[in-house]
C-alpha cells in the first residue's frame, strides 16, 4: 500500500476528507475518520475572527485526539493576519495547516479571500512566505485552478508555493467562475504534478472508488480529497481506499446500516449541541443518508418541518421499516 507523507507527516492512507463549510465539524470528521478517512480538515476559518478572538470562530478550532491526522484551514486575504491566524491555531496543534486559495463566495471573494488571490500573485507570495516562516506545522494550500478560464494559474502557484515552503498542494480541478458546474478538469491536476515534487492532492468529482481509482490513474496525484462523494456516505473512504489497494470492495451500505449510522449521528448531535441546534444541524444529513431511497424526498419534506427530535428519529424508525418490508414484500 502506497500512503501520502505530507511534509514529516505521514498518513495511514491517501483518501482524504474535503474541508466543507457547515458540513466537517467535529462530529462529522469523526465519523469520516472512523470509517477510514486518512485526513480530516475543519471547514475554512476566518483568520479576522480568529484575531478578533469571535468565540464562534474559535469554537471551530476544536477538535478530539481521534480526529487526528487533522488539518485546520485557514481563510483570509492579509499576509500579517494570516500569520497571526496561524499562530493562534498552533496553539491547539493541529497536524497541519492549510490555507484556503479556492471558495468562490462572493461574501468571501469580495474581501479579496479564497480564490480572489488567484488574481493577486504577489499578494499569494507574501501570504505563504509570511505563514511558512511562522509556522512549524507543514502548511498545505488548497486552490482552485484559477479565476475563470482565461487565467489558470494552477501550475504557476504550484510552483511558487513550493518555492516558499508550502509541503502539499490540493487542487480542486475547477475555476472559480465555475462553481460547482461542468466537469473538475482532472488535466490540469496532471500537469500540476508534473510541475512540482511536493505531494498533490487531486480533487473534484470523485465519488466511487473506480472514479477515485481513474484520478490517481490519469493524474498520477498522490491522494484524493472527497467532498460532496461523502456526504451520507463515510462508506466511501474505506471503499476508496480497498480499491486502490487491490482488495475485494465491501459490500455497500444497505439502507439499514445507513438508518443505523444516522441514527447514531442524531443521538451524537444531541448530545453535543442540544436539542433545538441538533435538530437543525440534523436535517441535511438526513436528506443525505438516504438519497436515492424510495421515497426519501416525501421524507426530507416532512423531516424539514419537524422540531422534536424524539418525533424525527421515529419517523425515521418507521420510515426504515416501511421501506424494507415493502422490499422484502417485492414492492419498491
Ligand atoms: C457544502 C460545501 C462546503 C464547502 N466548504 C469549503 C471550505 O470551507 N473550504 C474549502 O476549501 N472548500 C470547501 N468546499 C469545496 C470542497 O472542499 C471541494 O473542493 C469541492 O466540493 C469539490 O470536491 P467534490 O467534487 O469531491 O465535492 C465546500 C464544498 C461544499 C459542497
Redesign the pocket.
Known sequence: MVNLKIGQLSLPGRVIL???????NSLFRRIAKRYGAALV?T??ISAEGLIRGNPRTLLMLKFQEEERPIGI?L?GSGPEAMAQAAQIVARFKPDLI?L?F??PARKVTRKGAGAALLKDFDLCKRIIERVTKVSSFPITL?MRTGWNSNSIVALQLAKLAEDYGIKGI?I?G?TASQR?SGE?NWEIIARVKEEVSIPVIG?????TPERAQKMILTTGCDGV???????GNPWIFTQIQAHLNGETLPQPPSLREKLELCLQHYRMALEEMGEFKAVREMRKHIAWYTKGFPQSASLKRKVYEMESSAEVMEKLMLYGKHIIQERSNGIG
Open positions: 474535503a474541508p466543507m463549510s457547515g458540513v466537517t480538515f471547514e475554512a484551514q481563510l492549510d484556503n479556492g471558495c488548497k490540493i480542486h475547477r460547482f473538475a480533487n473534484g468529482d470523485v465519488n480529497m472527497i467532498g460532496r462523494g461523502a456526504l
